[in-house]
């Protein structure tokens, strides 16, 4: 049977560990080339090593997504290693969580560079070699609390709704050119970033939860193969779910 991404190259940002990991997993499973894109090399390389032994081509890549220097320098070697480039994932993101009237300053811009900067720089740079192409799609990961906002975390949340504005706009600005760009919005999903919760957050988390249990990063992956492959080549601006029913 064909695979549903044979032939495709995906770039896949904090793509060294958690749901970029898996993510990376689940597009090579289906056939794409791999750039793992990551701060930490060395978490990039493992990825990318573990993807060449089971037949995929990939390499990783040393990108801080907040810096406007190295993003189109890195996308460059991309291309030039890769031949071009179908699919973008902007998964790296952070956060710094605190109240609003305690948030320094530094923890705003910190979350708000990494997790929507970073987005705009690595679209801006991709965007061009897509159009060329005529074809291309970009994969956003927001969260449910750019949708719906959370307690203590302004700058995450407002990130992200900044992610699903940028979603929509790319979506606007270059469908013309065979562009799609849609977000995925994870709700609780299991990870490093949420294992710093103590068990009674995760419990109360839970309990609101329609399927009473957080989500893996394949739940994640799995939305994400289907917004990056021609499964879902009518669908663009669009901003999908995956909480397991905590927002209903
Ligand atoms: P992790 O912290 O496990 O992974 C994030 C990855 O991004 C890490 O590899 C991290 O590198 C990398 N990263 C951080 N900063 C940068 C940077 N400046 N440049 C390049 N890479 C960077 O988080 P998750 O896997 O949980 O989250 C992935 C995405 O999913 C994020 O955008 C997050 O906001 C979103 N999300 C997660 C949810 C969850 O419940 N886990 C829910 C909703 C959305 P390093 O190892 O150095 O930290």
Redesign the pocket.
Known sequence: MNKLLEGKVAVV?????????AIARKLAGEGASIAV????LE?ARQVAESLTQTGTKAAAYA????DGKQVPEVCGKIVADFGRVDILVN?????RDNLLMRMSEAEWDLVL???LK?AFLFTKALVPVMMKQRSGAIVN?????GVRGNAGQAN?SAS?AGMIGLTKTVAKEYGKRGIRANAV??????????DKLTDAQKKMQTDFIGLQR??Q?ED?ANTVLYLASDLSSYVTGQVIGVDGGLII
């Open positions: 940002t904090g793509g060294g560990r958690g749901i970029g990991e894109c990551d701060v930490m978490n990108v801080d997504v907040t998964n790296a993101g952070i956060t560079n990494v997790n970073g990961i927001a969260s449910i609390v995450y992200k919005a994870p709700g609780f999903i299991q990870t490093a970033m949420t957080m989500g990063p994640v």
